[in-house]
């Protein structure tokens, strides 16, 4: 089982690796410490309170549109955030990952995007919709994905806790997936229905833990029907050339990206940005 050594490297298994690679995700205990996730937590809070500035729609709600008041918001989504507070670049957060990044897919892994998401207490519609990752990005040649799902607070079944379709990563085709409340403009959420003999499974972890999922696995969450919240803190991690091709699209995983420089790349062109 994967572990945090004294020297601060978190050191993954085979069987953790290899259960990443079939399945399309892994359960990783014990990633961050908790006086780590107290350190985090401090900033993340500020975000929350918007003490840290986000333009436009890079501060939303993944479970509505664009136009919905802040004060109703069910998944607070902060999109990029070490770019609005740079402070955060190169955290103890991001250089954990980045060597179990390693680890799983070999050299050449670089983070692509990071993202807050916070699902508000008592909000049963604070949900996300199922969804593969590509979905929403460009297609590059070097597939190699891992994004890290850090649990800020304990995540539950009843909170909204990750939840996902095994192995469907290894399914040839994306499936077909549809704005879930409008079109771009008025939403960034991607959504598919599950098939009939789709497997879910449910992966609640603790605070500090992390999840880890490809960008073809089938995932979402349901609401959270609890007083606390349900926060949430990813790392994106992809090829460095598959990076550098994003950029020179003009995709940068922030919604306040210009949607046309996307023509003619991915499959969802009208409506991409981050998963
Ligand atoms: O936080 C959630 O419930 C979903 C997150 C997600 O879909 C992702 O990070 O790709």
């Known amino acids: 089982m994967g572990r945090l050594r004294a020297d601060g490297y978190y050191e ?10 079939d399945q399309g995700f892994v359960h990783l205990p014990g990633v961050l410490s908790e006086a780590e996730i107290a350190a985090i937590e401090v900033v993340y809070d500020q ?3 918007r003490q840290i500035e986000v333009p436009g729609k890079d501060y939303c709600d993944m479970a509505g549109d664009y136009g919905r008041d802040p004060a109703d918001f069910s998944i607070v989504n902060v999109m990029v955030p070490r770019r609005y507070y740079p402070a955060w670049q ?14 799983l897919l070999g050299e050449g892994m ?7 998401l916070a699902k508000q207490p008592y909000k049963d ?16 040649p070097d597939r190699r994905t891992s994004t890290f799902w850090l649990a800020i607070d304990d995540s539950t079944l009843e909170n909204g806790c990750m939840r996902f ?7 040839a085709r994306l499936r077909q997936h549809a704005p879930v409340f409008g079109g771009r403009g008025t939403s960034h959420a991607l959504g598919t229905e599950l098939l009939d003999d789709d497997v879910v499974v449910s992966v609640p972890i603790d605070r500090g833990d992390c999840t880890v999922h490809n960008e073809r696995v089938m995932h979402g969450s349901g609401g959270n029907l ?5 926060r949430a803190y990813v790392l994106a991690y992809r090829s460095e050339d598959t990076i550098r091709i994003e950029r020179q699209l003009g995709f940068t995983h922030s919604h306040n990206d210009e949607g046309e420089v996307l023509d003619g790349v ?10």
């Open 12 to 21: 993954i298994d085979e069987a953790e690796r290899a259960t990443f690679l």
């Open 47 to 49: 975000f929350l309170r």
């Open 90 to 103: 190169g955290n103890v957060y991001e250089r954990r990952t980045q060597a179990i990044a390693h680890q």
């Open 110 to 116: 670089s983070i692509d995007y990071d993202q807050l």
């Open 125 to 140: 519609d604070a949900v996300f919709a199922w969804h593969q990752d590509m979905a929403y990005w460009p297609d590059t």
């Open 165 to 171: 379709v095994p192995a469907t990563n290894k399914e």
């Open 226 to 230: 609890t007083p606390g919240y349900r």
């Open 266 to 275: 991915g499959v969802q062109n009208e409506t991409m940005g981050s998963g």
